[in-house]
């Protein structure tokens, strides 16, 4: 059950008739904390209009510049300006506190255009109406002198065009009243890449992405400003653009990452890993390196000497001198890590069951930060499948059938009930088998593991769900999967699979995950789900 708490106070001063709203939302199991801050502001703000709407009627009366009703909240929307000043999360509310201004200044000069205009209609309609009257005289004087039909007919003519031309004033004044209606607006659909970022249209705060069906002028320069407070990407994004009456157009603000410049002093000829990849060999004239910001930005160098590791927290638009000495030893990371793929990465060892595993999924280039870290997802596998390229997002889809274990090309391929939705007609079981793996897609040294040695995982760390999962050593990102139909990704951030070395039949025993529960899965072949490899020592064998 959703509940919305609201609290309104209202202050009075000479420039500005002031709201100050407080809102609370309790969100639901699958809503995050920034929709449920989206949600309460929105609910805030509505009630805010619907107030301010109030105050503008009583306002517009007072000076005998009265609105239509249906027009009131559209008007109060167009003047008033809406401030954040504080908001709280206590799991599972979060509540937040707004203060919208109306400008007496602004509203006394819209009402007087409005009032203006429609007494200049008004003057028009009552002179017309006026001219009526006079014709009707004339009419039933001629009435009198049936002779005279000709001047009777124009006069009856005249009289229509007359009666025609009120009703189009009449209709002028409708219009006038409505302008701030749909008629004359477009709308907006406004997101944006980054958490919290504040949007603004025309230098006025209208409330955090995602925002839905939010209303402009039409035909007219519409500058949207999106702000965040991110030290690595930049602070703003500014456009402008005129929109056309009625359109439903799709904002989409992207924040791309601010770069850093960094500045490596120190001995040549190393090789320069950054996040454990590799970036180049540097020589004298080239120690200048130019990467994206990001925190905890793993800098590493290393020769047949030796090797330097440090990680810096790399903030947008700096430059960074980096000085360094090769360690004449092999540092204990070098130890623990090992290139694939030209990417650098880690072993961790349960806490557990003392099994050594990767630090992340295969194909990932990061261990996760965050619960809904999409940088350290993964690739995406088709069962029994080497890696050949088709595990990787955007990989192209075919629907060839594979007649043999050794895919003919790099799709990733999709199927139908026809071929058991598998990407191969031929049936090996042994493909990813612990004691034969044809197709073994892990770093050497490494393989998938069996369902067993996933559970006891599971088991030893007493874990309930995907949050659990994500707290562990393990760090299993909830990633989704690529559909065996489509090749679409689905379920990001909702639920994970890893897929296991065991198979039955048609299907194979995958560890399926989400925000409630965990459980061994049986899937299909061609579906495409993560992989965490571990150490071929300390095999745990399978019991089915």
Request: proline share 2%.
């Amino acid at each position: 059950m959703k509940k919305i708490i609201l609290f309104i106070l209202f202050i009075i001063n000479l420039q500005a008739q002031t709201f100050i709203q407080k809102a609370t939302y309790t969100m639901g199991d699958d809503e995050s904390k920034i929709t449920a801050k989206n949600k309460a502001i929105q609910i805030a703000k509505k009630a805010c209009i619907e107030k301010a709407g109030v105050y503008v009627s009583s306002y517009s009366k007072s000076i005998k510049g009265i609105l239509k009703k249906d027009t009131i909240e559209s008007f109060s929307a167009s003047i008033m300006k809406v401030v954040l000043i504080d908001e709280n999360f206590l799991y599972p509310k979060y509540s937040v506190k707004i203060r919208a201004d109306i400008d007496i200044n602004l509203l006394n000069k819209k009402l007087k255009q409005f009032s203006d205009s429609n007494i200049h209609i008004e003057d028009r309609l009552e002179g017309t109406k006026e001219e009526i009257r006079q014709y009707e005289k004339q009419i039933k004087e001629l009435l009198k002198r049936k002779h005279e039909f000709n001047e009777l007919e124009n006069l009856q003519k005249m009289k229509k065009v007359l009666i025609k031309r009120v009703d189009n004033l009449s209709n002028s004044k409708n219009i006038n009243s409505q302008i701030i209606t749909h008629d004359n607006y477009a709308y907006l659909n406004i997101k944006s890449n980054i958490e919290n970022s504040e949007v603004y249209i025309n230098d006025i705060y209208i409330g955090v992405a995602p925002i839905k069906h939010f209303k402009v002028e039409s035909n007219k320069d519409i500058v949207i400003k999106a702000s965040n407070n991110k030290i690595y990407y930049p602070k703003d994004i500014i456009i402008k653009n005129k929109f056309k009456k009625l359109s439903v157009s799709n904002i989409d603000l992207k924040f791309i990452k601010g770069k850093a410049k960094l500045f490596l002093v120190g001995e040549k000829g190393s090789t320069l890993y950054i996040n454990h990849t590799i970036i180049k060999k540097l020589h004298d004239k080239e120690n200048i390196v130019i990467i994206k910001a990001g925190e905890d930005i793993n800098i590493s160098l290393e020769n047949e000497n030796g090797c330097f590791v440090t990680n810096e927290d790399i903030w947008a638009n700096q430059t960074y001198e980096i000085f360094f000495t090769l360690d004449k030893r092999k540092c204990h990371l070098l130890n623990n890590t090992f290139i694939y793929k030209n990417d650098l990465y880690k072993m961790v060892i349960s806490p557990y069951t003392s099994r050594i595993w990767l630090d992340r999924n295969l194909g990932a280039k990061k261990v996760c930060k965050n619960f809904n870290d999409e940088a350290c997802y993964g690739s995406y596998f088709q069962w029994g499948r080497y890696g050949d390229g088709h595990e990787e997002v955007n990989s192209p889809i075919s629907k060839k059938i594979q007649v043999s274990h050794i895919a003919d090309n790099r799709s990733f391929i999709v199927s139908t009930k026809e071929y058991n939705y598998n990407w191969t007609s031929e049936t090996k079981d042994e493909l990813w088998q612990v004691k034969d793996t044809l197709n073994n897609p892990c770093p050497k040294g490494f393989r998938v593991p069996n369902i067993s040695e996933l559970l006891a995982e599971v088991k030893f760390m007493e874990a309930k769900n995907a949050f659990d999962l994500y707290n562990s050593f393990l760090k299993l990102p909830i990633a989704g999967y690529r559909y065996r139909v489509d090749g679409s990704l689905n379920d990001q951030g909702i639920s994970g699979n890893i897929w296991s070395s065991d198979t039955k039949k048609n299907y194979s025993n995958s560890l399926y995950f989400t925000k409630k529960f965990i459980k061994n899965d049986l899937s299909l072949k061609a579906n495409g789900y993560s992989l965490r490899c571990i150490k071929k020592e300390n095999i745990v064998d399978t019991k089915n």
